[in-house]
């Protein structure tokens, strides 16, 4: 039985996938900075604490698996200036200390979470493998960095390696845009978005979950790297809405125009400049809603069968339920 090695299995990708692989019937050994972070009852799972960036480490933990998810990462903020050194650190010294580990325990199979950052940070139409890379963000450039080890390694040891670039991950998490998102029009903060023409791809935990275990069991991978995504991009418009109703609000009476948005977002930007303090909204956050960031899944689906079995209108009762529970909870 195969022993799968998880880094960032205290996540939100992390703790799910660890999941699907236990019942499964999967050996898990799970990594992350704390024990404490994942109280698992799973069966199959061994649960040790490490940093990424420390090489010896990593090298005595990888020793008796056979394949490596390597999910670890920090991860993109959109108010985070100056911190390539950080990235660089974590996502792409950390990649090599875990492609090191693989090659001197002769582990074969790695796959490795990267991001659609790779591209850049928005789309002109829909976006495939065919895209040369043009990250424009330092988190952008420390994936595209780390995928290029992956590949490297690859060829040089004759490992089984992927990379799955992911658009922004969605599901019952208390973390991330989404999450806010919820909790904003809850609360009557979120403005009421006009119709938008631009669509964004997502991605739902338990897509992606699909399909690393689909990576894990294939025999190989034609290309170096796959976009991972739902089966349909979304309007930004129909989010709110669906998420609106999901919260049991009317819709809405009026909608906000899309050039008072953009008036209200440069007012941000000035407020931003002069107090050195992050506001709701900014150009940038605004472009998160109104940018287009489309991404073709095709490849993967045709090559390795992946087929997206959740969408984000059908998932919002479960995400609606987890933030009630979390706000009662006080999280």
Request: charged fraction near 20%.
């Amino acid at each position: 039985m195969t022993k799968v090695l998880v880094t960032g299995a205290a996540g939100f990708l992390g703790s799910s996938l660890v999941e699907k692989l236990c019942r499964s019937g999967q050996h898990v050994r799970a990594l992350l900075h704390d024990t404490t972070q994942l109280a698992s009852n799973l069966q199959n799972v061994e649960i040790v604490a490490a940093d990424i960036r420390d090489a010896g480490k990593v090298h005595e933990i990888a020793g008796g698996c056979e394949a490596i998810v390597h999910l670890a990462a920090k991860v993109h903020a959109i108010d985070d200036f100056g911190a390539e050194k950080d990235y660089e650190a974590v996502n792409v010294d950390g990649t090599r200390h875990i492609l090191d580990a693989a090659a001197r325990s002769g582990i074969n199979r790695i796959v490795f979470a990267s991001s659609v950052k790779v591209f850049g940070e928005a789309t002109s139409g829909c976006v495939d493998e065919t895209q040369t890379p043009d990250p424009q963000t330092a988190y952008g450039r420390s994936k595209w960095r780390a995928e290029q080890l992956v590949s490297e390694y690859a060829g040089r040891y004759g490992l089984t390696a992927v990379s799955l670039r992911l658009p922004m991950v969605y599901g019952p998490t208390t973390k991330g845009n989404l999450y806010r998102m919820i909790e904003a029009i809850d609360h009557g903060r979120f403005p009421a978005l006009p119709r938008l023409s631009a669509v964004r791809s997502l991605l739902h935990v338990q897509n992606f979950v699909q399909a690393v275990c689909l990576c894990l069991r294939a025999p190989g991978f034609k290309r170096a790297a796959y976009i991972v995504a739902d089966s349909d991009p979304y309007c930004v418009t129909d989010i709110y809405n669906w998420l609106r109703a999901g919260l049991g609000k009317a819709p809405p009476r009026w909608r906000v125009p899309l050039w008072v948005l953009k008036g209200g977002a440069r007012c941000g930007d000035m407020l931003q400049a002069i107090s050195d303090r992050s506001v709701p909204l900014t150009t940038q956050q605004l472009m998160k809603l109104i940018g287009g960031a489309w991404y073709s899944s095709t490849a993967i689906t045709q090559e390795l069968r992946y087929q997206a079995s959740y969408s984000f209108e059908k998932a919002v009762p479960e995400m609606i339920a987890f933030y009630r529970d979390a706000a009662r909870a006080g999280c």
